[in-house]
């Protein structure tokens, strides 16, 4: 066992090998030798948790693990942490989209990024992310869990702003990254009050001790709602969410890597880890169902009226998170990492078909200025067309199933819940086709010295995209649910993981019938919208109004995101610096300085005086001298 | 009974020695000539070796003789330097007087 223990070790330190070599000769390094290095640590690593995967799928249900202890990091007191990895069905499977996906994406950005000048710097940091995500998602207890969660924040900043002379993309890293620190605030405190509550921080310790809680325990809700505050940070939920859209100012294959497919779905990832700890705690999984739903349907509301290629997919990250954390707070968690698995294939297909489009265009994001790309690049089109078919849903394209599992437990919880997530999914619908065809159908909007330039992308770059493709087909089919005669293969794949709150909560089941009714009804409602969506923006031609345009009350609204950036800054942000300057001119000024400034000129002014006893006499000092030894024995006396 | 040291008593030694002592003080804080305050330290020196001297033979202890010796030492490397320094303030002011040496203040 002892070469398994040293694999699982290397599925971290490889990116992270990869990282030091790029980061420490960033400017020696030819790009060829970078992309061989960036791109072959993540491919090793991928191959070790294909590897490992494989030794999981052959073990009984309840050794389907490896644990390692690499080494005793801090042993204070009571507190131990480690340095241990866990490789269970969920970070395997975790394992397995970061490195995997991972590995697509950085191929595909040795071609976007090759005329940028940050071309080393880039992968780099990219490795660090990939470094950083793998412990968070391999780490077996808290601690380290926090560590690849702050250290994919720093990424994430990092990259969102890799092209730091512009000052908006500055300011949307900065706004990632303050508005993730609110996030990991509640996340640590969560943590904290784990070690407070379990007297350790190692996963098996606390969910050991967690199974002989009673439900409902107060400490327990208090704790999940902390650690759901960190997921709203990371996984962009209400009211954290604002963050994701602007951090589309990174370059295309980040917003695929880290804002669609893995870093996003960290949150998602803490709660299924936490399975026992949310079933224990029935008023957290209410918030995160309410979260998830209003989430979910918000962000497809504003993603309807948006006319950049990015934004629209960005939003429609968040609504489809939203609908991962619906699946989480109705305790389908499998159904929950199920979405989340194939949302991995086919929003990263999108985002880095999006970046085709983008570099094909140079650098064109207004979906108003495309149109009748379908001929220019027939490759990104056809696999950008498989990506809309399976976030809408169709069979039998990964997005179905996964979509499908959601809304089968949500109409087994309530039909109003599933309602509301339905229409989030028919609002996708209907805003990745008015993308799909505004992009490439009709006639092109562009100018004609663009269309002049237009060109296929190379190799390198569609190479991941047909993958992309091919898994966003296939990938439905590793959780194709009984009701269609399948065995629901990731459910039970992941069955350890949950196993322990099943018994906690209530599990309805529908009926075939029930569930083939449900299916009916959405593909239907689907097939439906797509042609409304195919008459306005097709056959009638329709193009989204530009800037100055007069806009419909509601339409402005959706159009300006609901203001709530706008509100945002009104009751957070402009509060925040009018008390700043109210320190600074009151407390810091008037209060800290002027108490400084009193103390040095207190001892300038005792020093004037004082030193007038220095007369240069010396009879005087004599005398002085004299007396004082004269006091100081008799004060000897008197005190004895 | 009396406490005597080599026979006298040890009282006037005390006496004799407080004199001496009291007598270089008041010699040290009155007067201003540099070289006469000099002597007056010496004085006071002497009163204490007497003081000591008395007392070792009194307990039949050496190391108050031995304190003496080095107290004498000290004295005369002091002298050395003292005069030394008299010297040189003698050449440049052409007096002894220590109210002349007043500028060394703030």
Known sequence: MVSTDILISLVPLLPLAGFLIVSLNVKKLSQGFTSVVACGVVLLSFIIAVYLFIQLLGKNEEERFFSVTVFNWIDAGGFSAKISFLVDPLSSLMLLIITGVGFLIHLYSIGYMHHDEGFNKFFSYLNLFVFFMLILVMGSNYLLMFVGWEGVGLCSYLLIGFWFKNRDYTNAANKAFIMNRIGDLGLILGVILIFVQFGSIQYQDVFTSATSMEVGAQSITLITILLFVGAMGKSAQIPLYTWLPDAMAGPTPVSALIHAATMVTAGIYMVARNNLLYSLSPVSMHLILVIGLATALFAATIALAQNDIKKVLAYSTVSQLGLMFVALGLGAYSSGIFHMTTHAFFKALMFLGAGSVIHGLQGEQDIRKMGGLKKYLPITYSTFLIGVLAISGIPPFAGFF??????????????????IALLASLLTVFYMFRLLFLTFFGKTRASDEVIHHIHESPANMTIPLIVLAALSVAGGFIGVPEALHGSDWVGEFLRP????????????????STEYALMGTVVGLTIVLIVVAYVIYVNKNIVPAEESAELSPVHKLIYKKYLIDELYNAIIVKPLYWISSVMESVVERSGIDRLVNLTGSAVVGGSKITRLLQTGNIGFYIFIMVISIIVLLASTMIIR | MMTTAQGIPLDYYIWLSTALFSIGVLG????????????????????????LVAFSNYYNNASGQVFVFFIMA???AEVAVGLAILIMMYRNTKTTDINILNRLKW
């Open chain 1, 497 to 512: 993981v949950f196993a322990k709150s099943q018994p906690l909560l209530q599990t309805h089941h529908l009926e075939h």
């Open chain 2, 74 to 76: 000290v004295a005369a």
């Open chain 2, 28 to 51: 040290v804080l009155y007067r201003r000539n540099a070289i006469i305050i000099f002597m007056c330290i010496e004085l006071m020196l002497n009163a204490v070796n007497l003081l």
């Open chain 1, 402 to 419: 996964s979509k499908d599992e959601i809304l089968a437990h949500a109409f087994a919880d309530s039909p109003v819940v599933w309602g």
